[in-house]
Nanobody, 122 residues
Framework: QVQVVESGGGLVQAGGSLRLSCTAS????????VGWFRQAPGKERDFLAT????????RYADSVKGRFTISRDNAKRTVYLQMNSLKPEDTAVYSC???????????????WGQGTQVTVSS
């Protein structure tokens, strides 16, 4: 069983930055892909970014490309999402999830955290 916990959310002004952390337990973390997602009120959960087991491959949604950066530190069992140039439309609950392989659709992510709220004020 893998437990996933997100942290780092909060309130920030437009144009500001936040760094989210996703820490996971379990021996499979270092061989698993991790993805970040977000869900705004009344909307579907959207894919943001994913990273493979060793950090050598990443992929981003067009909406965050160039503003968000995903990275990982397997020694700390943590994946980060650095978010820069934040906009009010980035306001959402941000969640991370673990998948056994890289490049899977959202349905392929097995273990999910509870999420952390990010609010961007204008």
């Amino acid at each position: 069983q893998v437990q996933v916990v997100e942290s780092g959310g909060g309130l920030v002004q437009a144009g500001g930055s936040l760094r989210l952390s996703c820490t996971a337990s379990g021996r499979t973390f270092s061989t698993a892909a991790v993805g970040w997602f977000r869900q705004a009120p009344g909307k579907e959960r959207d894919f943001l970014a994913t990273i493979n087991y060793n950090g050598g491959r990443t992929r981003y949604a067009d909406s965050v490309k160039g503003r968000f950066t995903i990275s990982r530190d397997n020694a700390k069992r943590t994946v980060y999402l650095q978010m820069n140039s934040l906009k009010p439309e980035d306001t959402a609950v941000y969640s991370c999830a673990v998948a056994l392989d890289y490049g899977l659709p959202i349905s392929g992510y097995t273990y999910w955290g509870q999420g952390t709220q990010v609010t961007v004020s204008s």
